[in-house]
């Protein structure tokens, strides 16, 4: 099973493009067999970022839930991916 990202940003944000580029290189990282990776023109699908509850760009989602209002560094996306690609390997529920 894999991981959805979807990256929440306005296309005309340097900086969300910028912050992208770094965090989706922790994906790489980590090996890309385990995400599917979204980039969410947040003008074009309006409805999903209201339905996810994203109130400005840039913005990150993992497996339809808000998880970053605002883009993490690519560490705290690292930690996050990394928790969720752990529980994912285990055949047992975690206790956290």
Excluded: Y
Aim: proline share 7%; aromatic share 6%.
């Amino acid at each position: 099973m894999k991981i959805v990202i979807e990256v929440f940003s306005a296309p005309v944000c340097s900086k969300c493009a910028q912050a992208q580029l770094a965090l989706k290189a922790v994906t790489e990282e980590l090996g890309e067999k385990h995400f599917i990776w979204r980039d969410v023109n947040v003008l074009a699908d309006i409805d999903r970022a209201v339905e996810l509850g994203v109130i400005a760009p840039p913005s990150l989602a993992i497996d339809g839930e808000l998880v970053f209002a605002a883009l993490p560094s690519p560490e705290r996306l690292r930690k996050e991916l990394a928790q969720r690609l752990a529980r994912t390997a285990s055949p047992f529920p975690s206790s956290s």
